[in-house]
């Protein structure tokens, strides 16, 4: 049985397993705790049995006007808990905080351009390539802003795509 939850400061010291991962990026403590002061709405971990961490989410909610949007910062599963649609549920617990509750007009996220089970994951749930950001991960690697239209945004102008790829510094937000 998995139970999703709000994340909390001790969960700080137990998730590292879940950070295993080459694809997923890790920060250091005082940007979790950044996060979790700020928007522990859009902070929260999938727990199962023995109150394991097997997965988490972690975002935010920033912009102005029409760019204001529900971000995710990083969603990550253990390995050994993958395929089990958690990554899913996080996904949507946080897509329905933003629209719900934070009426924001989309959702986006960066993904390594690389990462095909990834995008493709992000495809299934809606998410389209907004544009590309050139040399986005350590200024070597392209990533992908991919976005999905909250019910705000009746038009769907948020998804759009952008015809020419940018470079990290023309990004309003981080």
Not at 5 to 33: G, I, P, Q, W
Not at 132 to 140: F, H
């Amino acid at each position: 049985m998995t139970t999703i939850r709000k994340f909390c400061c001790n969960d700080l010291l137990r998730f590292a397993s879940v950070n295993l991962d080459h694809l997923t990026e890790t920060f250091n403590m005082s940007f979790y705790m950044t996060y979790l002061a700020r928007w522990p709405d859009y902070f929260h971990v999938a727990e199962g049995p023995g109150n394991r961490i097997m997965g988490y989410i972690m975002g935010k909610v920033e912009g102005q006007g029409e760019s204001w949007h529900g971000h995710v910062t990083a969603v990550s599963v253990a390995p050994e808990y993958r395929r089990q649609q958690l990554a899913k549920k996080l996904m949507n617990l946080l897509e329905d905080i933003s629209d719900k509750i934070d009426k924001a007009y989309f959702v986006d996220l960066f993904v390594r351009a690389s990462n095909v089970p990834a995008i493709k994951m992000y495809e299934k749930l809606g998410y389209v390539v907004y544009r590309r950001v050139l040399r986005y991960y350590s200024g070597e690697e392209d990533g992908l802003d991919m976005r999905k239209a909250l019910s705000r945004d009746v038009d769907k102008k948020s998804v759009i795509p952008l015809k020419r790829p940018i470079t990290p510094d023309e990004l309003e937000y981080d």
